[in-house]
């Protein structure tokens, strides 16, 4: 079966502006969690969202947002761009999410805020 | 808060078994060890997890101590695709729908 997809892969983007990422679960997930990875603060938990409704989330500023949608696929935001926000930005689904395992990743979307 | 302790980095021979260990001093009695992997330039991998009990799969075992305090993870014939930075993660089986990941261990399997 087809894995976690996000899309794009690759994303510069000029400090201010906004950026939308999207990300595509595993046929049948219904829990979709975003991270973002940084070489400084390393993998972070953003937020999870579970049938279209954000059930948890991670200690990062109000310009992080996201969305799920009823087919499951989820976006995620991030407003007026900071330098600090270049990272790779990682999805993962599950069946219903809440567990230690069952998390699929995608390949990530890397960010550069210039 | 991270409530694992694991080496930096690690080298391995091709071939040999890649032992990586994980304190975990103040595990709770319902807290779970889980092990993910994340390879250059992709997403974390589930491994392996386990409660007290020795663990093991196609991939990978995992060795608890009897006091809960310390864990190793046991790729037994590493190959060059097993580098990779890997996390040990410590929580209760279900709950916040989050994992902390650590600082984990890089894993460097020489030829």
């Known amino acids: 079966k087809a894995g976690v997809t996000q899309t794009p892969r690759y994303l510069i983007k000029t400090r201010g502006q906004q950026v939308t990422l999207s990300c595509s679960p595993i046929?049948?997930?219904?829990?979709v969690s975003w991270y973002q990875q940084t070489p400084g603060q390393g993998l972070q938990f953003l937020f999870e969202?579970?049938?279209?409704?954000?059930?948890n989330k991670g200690n990062f500023p109000g310009r992080f947002s996201g969305r799920q949608f009823s087919n499951s696929r989820s976006e995620m935001n991030v407003s007026t761009l900071e330098l600090g926000d270049s990272a790779l930005y990682l999805c993962?689904?599950?069946?219903?999410?809440?567990?230690?395992?069952?998390?699929?990743f995608g390949s990530g979307t890397r960010l550069t805020v210039v | 808060d991270a409530k694992t302790t694991q080496p930096p980095s690690m080298d391995c021979a091709e071939g040999r078994a890649a032992n990586l260990p994980c304190n975990h001093s103040t595990i709770s009695g319902n807290e779970y060890v889980y092990w993910y992997r994340q390879i250059h330039s992709q997403g974390p991998q589930y491994i392996i997890h386990?409660?007290?009990n020795n663990e093991t799969n196609e991939m990978a075992s995992l060795i608890i101590t009897e006091d809960r305090k310390s864990s190793t993870l046991i790729l037994p014939h590493a190959t060059l695709r097993d580098t990779a930075v890997y996390y040990c993660i410590v929580r209760v089986e279900s709950g916040a729908n989050n994992l902390f990941f650590g600082t984990g261990t890089r894993l460097t399997v020489i030829p």
């Open positions: 046929s049948g997930h219904r829990s």
């Open positions: 386990g409660l007290k």
């Open positions: 969202y579970f049938s279209e409704t954000q059930r």
């Open positions: 993962a689904s599950s069946l219903e999410g809440g567990y230690g395992y069952g998390y699929t």
